[in-house]
């Protein structure tokens, strides 16, 4: 048996799943935006396609989940999906949030400091 021997100390670091989704819907903009400006070190969230080849932030390809649409993202087009709220399941009381084009979504993370892609 090998035993597991740290050769450094390393810093804890906190990565949001699905962005702030206690506080906002999750994989959507105001839960990643929440993480960051409380300064957490890393936002996962999940991509998905249309069936026309935009990449939108959605977790899971089920749309009945986090939108008020029906059935898979990968069966629709992106003018359809731009039409879903991705918002009010969470709260009645939050102004519907549109499904965000991944390409729209960096753009507002690009001038922040932790922030990265892959």
Known sequence: MNPVHRTEPRQIEIVCHKGANEYAPENTYA???LC?????DFVEIDVNRSHDGMHYILHGP??????NGRGRIDAMLAAEI???DAGSWF???LPA??????????????AKPKCSWM
């Open 31 to 33: 839960a990643a935006q």
């Open 36 to 40: 960051i400006d409380w300064g957490m």
């Open 62 to 67: 089920e749309l009945d989940a986090t939108t």
């Open 82 to 84: 731009d039409q879903l």
């Open 91 to 93: 709260d009645p009381r």
């Open 97 to 110: 949030s549109a499904c965000r084009v991944w390409s729209h979504f960096c753009v507002g993370f690009r």
